[in-house]
């Protein structure tokens, strides 16, 4: 269990606040079965290779790469994943009435099936659930596109005959400046800034916590390994996610 002077801090912070700002990584979806990339058993340590995956122009140029990315995203476990405590906490969190906003570097959706309402989740990297049409923009739910693979391995938009991806953000890929604009809003507004699972090395996300700190907020960073922004937080929690999370929030969210 999460214990000690930490997380003791931790909690002095949090109670304190009544606006709320959370950052959550990979590594907050890892006790529900989702490899994360950059940590010891990620999927980009284990593999460089497959960060090309990733890469939007080879997606875009290349049809053989589309067609292992649909059959990866076909294959993800986040199809079977349910929330861990972890995530159920944050939904406890956005129950109380003290979270600002849950910006989130996951395309998973378990803070959504946990409980955290639509309005509070801010999603900077995209989400696996929706397919979008790279020419014309339809959005699709993407069991729909899915379920075509059989008969079309690299399946495209049924408008406009046009490549299609996962609604996520692809390295070399514009971020969307509304999304970006409303997770800077709730940094900014936030009085705690709680930074969980990440590795605070991927910008403009990782730069939130500038903007918490900048504007006033204390933060907290939740992460097995060390970040470039241990030094800035107030309280550092080693201690697992799933242990960490609950503890902190259970002294809270009541």
């Given at each position: 269990m999460a214990d000690g002077p930490s997380l003791a801090a931790a909690e002095a912070l949090l109670s304190g606040s009544g606006k709320v700002a959370v950052?959550?990584?990979?590594?907050?979806?890892?006790?529900?079965?989702?490899?994360?990339?950059?940590?010891p058993q990620g999927v980009w340590t284990k593999d460089p290779a497959a960060a090309a995956m990733f890469d939007y122009d080879t997606y875009m140029s290349d049809a053989d790469v589309r067609r292992r990315v649909w059959l990866m995203r076909r294959d993800h476990p986040a199809?079977?994943?349910?929330?861990?405590?972890?995530?159920?906490?944050?939904?406890?969190?956005?129950?109380?009435?003290?979270?600002?906003?849950?910006?989130t570097q996951n395309i998973d959706g378990l803070h959504q099936a946990a409980g955290v309402p639509d309005d509070r989740v801010i999603e900077v990297h995209g989400t696996m659930h929706r397919v979008a049409c790279m020419s014309c923009g339809l959005r699709t739910p993407t069991p729909e596109v899915l379920a075509r693979l059989d008969e079309e391995s690299d399946p495209h938009c049924l408008a406009c005959g046009g490549i299609q991806k996962t609604d996520t953000i692809s390295f070399g890929q514009m971020l969307d400046p509304e999304v970006i604009e409303a997770a800077a809003a709730a940094?900014?507004?936030?009085?705690?800034?709680?930074?969980?699972?990440?590795?605070?090395?991927?910008?403009?996300?990782?730069?939130?916590?500038?903007?918490?700190?900048?504007?006033?907020?204390?933060?907290?960073?939740?992460?097995?390994?060390?970040t470039p922004y241990?030094?800035?937080a107030s309280a550092v929690l080693r201690d697992p996610i799933g242990d960490a999370v609950p503890a902190l929030v259970r002294a809270v969210a009541v």
């Open positions: 950052l959550t990584g990979a590594g907050i979806s890892t006790d529900s079965g989702i490899p994360d990339f950059r940590g199809w079977d994943a349910e929330p861990n405590d972890a995530h159920r906490a944050l939904a406890d969190l956005a129950g109380s009435g003290r979270l600002r906003g849950l910006i940094a900014e507004d936030a009085e705690v800034f709680i930074a969980i699972g990440t590795s605070l090395t991927v910008h403009p996300a990782a730069g939130l916590c500038d903007v918490a700190l900048s504007a006033g907020a204390t933060l907290i960073v939740v992460n097995a390994e060390p241990d030094e800035a």
